[in-house]
């Protein structure tokens, strides 16, 4: 079992920005890579970002491409999420999820994560 655990979602303006964390518990946090993913109301849950286990991989949905940076370190068993530039259409409540390093399939693929956390409200006013 992994156990992953969200913070630092809050109510920004347009133009501001915020720092996502995900603290994880359990297994060896070296043995995962780690996505993020956002659901706003009434859509589908939908990739953000995600990061291999050693960090050297990272993979961006186009939406954040240029806006947003994942990172991760493994001796703090957190993976972070850097969103700049917010706008009005990243309001969401953040999941991050965890999923085994030796899966070779795409990191976009929620069925591919094992572990969820419970999410973290983002909202970005206009």
């Known amino acids: 079992q992994v156990q992953l655990v969200e913070s630092g979602g809050g109510l920004v303006q347009a133009g501001d920005s915020l720092r996502l964390s995900c603290a994880a518990a359990?297994?060896?946090?070296?043995?995962?890579?780690i996505g993020w993913f956002r659901q706003a109301p009434g859509k589908e849950r939908e990739f953000v970002a995600a990061?291999?286990?050693?960090?050297?991989?990272?993979y961006y949905a186009d939406s954040v491409k240029g806006r947003f940076t994942i990172s991760r370190d493994n001796a703090k068993n957190t993976v972070y999420l850097q969103m700049n530039s917010l706008k009005p259409e990243d309001t969401a409540v953040y999941y991050c999820?965890?999923?085994?390093?030796?899966?070779?399939?795409?990191?976009?693929?929620?069925?591919?994560?094992?572990?969820w956390g419970q999410g973290t409200q983002v909202t970005v006013s206009s």
């Open positions: 990061i291999n286990w050693s960090g050297d991989n990272t």
């Open positions: 359990g297994r060896t946090f070296t043995n995962y890579g």
């Open positions: 999820a965890a999923r085994s390093r030796y899966f070779s399939g795409s990191y976009n693929y929620p069925p591919e994560y094992a572990y």
